[in-house]
């Protein structure tokens, strides 16, 4: 197995699906994953293709989740959480660096990367509701709820906020298990500043 370089002591213990290994469905599967990316299958992928089923059903969550009233990189800080929260070292990296690509300023990185406030108040807000729809496992007050319509966030978006949650438990948990190799393009340049793990 390959060395997980974020950990530095843990070996990727669940290997990937290599595209063109002889099963017609996965390396289907993985062709329009390395369209997305490029011409690369992100190792996190090639995990997901040991069951067809589930790489499959993370892949069709991410074409409808494309379609959201939250905005792509509202979509990010969810993720983002998500990751810290489930202490994901791949995810971590991967979607700071997807934030970092959408042009989220380098403090509010760090920030998000460590529970602290973001400096834009909408993305504050999608941060403050992912934090509590986690802590709470989705049971807000009525009052809750009414504060966040009231402050911009509406009910169809607090559901795409749970939506996005699901979608990212399942690779973090899946990339915890498999102790999954970061990617180098997906290494964000700044985790020497993490605070998180």
């Known amino acids: 197995m390959t060395k997980n370089n974020d950990s530095g002591d843990e070996r ?16 289907e ?15 996190f992928h090639k995990v997901l293709a040991n069951s067809t089923a589930v790489v499959s059903a993370f892949e069709s969550m991410r074409r409808i989740l494309q379609d959201t009233e939250l905005r ?10 998500v990751s810290r929260r489930t202490r994901c070292h791949y995810c971590l990296a991967a979607h700071s660096t997807f934030a970092a690509r959408m042009k989220m300023d380098t403090d509010d990185i760090d920030a998000l990367r460590n529970g602290r406030p973001l400096s ?11 934090m509590k729809l986690w802590e709470t496992q989705g049971r ?8 966040f319509n009231e402050s911009g966030l509406s009910t169809p978006e607090l559901l795409e906020i749970i939506a996005v949650i699901g979608w990212y438990v399942l690779s973090t948990l ?9 990617d180098e393009s ?12």
């Open 186 to 197: 997906f290494r964000y340049r700044a985790m020497a500043t993490d605070r998180s793990s």
């Open 72 to 81: 792509p990189v509202e979509r990010e800080i969810v993720a983002v959480e």
């Open 12 to 27: 990727q213990l669940i290997p990937g699906y290599e595209p063109g290994g002889g099963d017609p469905a996965k390396d």
């Open 29 to 43: 599967a993985l062709k329009a994953i390395s369209r997305m990316f490029g011409g690369m299958v992100p190792n």
């Open 120 to 130: 834009d108040p909408r993305q504050a807000l999608v941060q403050r509701a992912t």
């Open 174 to 182: 899946t990339n915890n298990l498999a102790r999954t190799e970061i």
């Open 140 to 147: 807000l007050s009525e009052d809750a709820i009414a504060e």
